[in-house]
């Protein structure tokens, strides 16, 4: 209960941070890596060797889309990376792999999108603070499996 606690309180001060300065500190990022990961071996145990392959193929086939509409949108100079996404962005995508099991981690990430499309349209914003939405996700995802809801 102390780590999920932790870890909502990084993920909410990651959320401030990463709507106001569209970045996040290295300390924030390892702070929320370790807690995160914690917080995943009470309530998972090691994950299989599986679900970190199905959670990689996610990935690939989620970045593979991006990349090619991206290339096709911007033409071959754009880079999806100094463009479009953050090392915050990529290191929270990754992490959310690998503390979360599939189901979760697909929903969650299909979950966060939306929401920040959603909050992009309606605060007007320039640019998506993702890795701040993922982490308001992950925070309300984790008070709901505290609390047993799921």
Do not use: H
């Amino acid at each position: 209960m102390i780590v999920a606690i932790a870890l909502c309180v990084q993920l909410i001060y990651a959320f401030i941070q990463d709507s106001k300065q569209r970045a996040l500190s290295l300390w924030l990022l390892i702070t929320i890596s370790v807690s995160g990961l914690l917080w995943s071996y009470n309530n998972y145990g090691v994950l299989y060797l599986a679900e970190y392959i199905i959670n990689m193929l996610f990935l690939l086939f989620m970045f593979g889309g991006i990349t090619i509409f991206w290339k096709i949108r911007r033409g071959k100079d754009a880079n999806l990376l100094k463009q479009a996404f953050g090392g915050a962005d990529v290191w929270m995508i990754i992490l959310l792999a690998i503390m979360l099991p599939p189901v979760m981690f697909v929903s969650n990430v299909i979950i966060a999108s939306v929401t920040s499309l959603l909050l992009a349209i309606i605060f007007r914003w320039k640019t998506i603070p993702l890795a701040g939405v993922m982490s308001l996700c992950l925070t309300l995802f984790v008070i709901i499996n505290q609390l047993n809801i799921i």
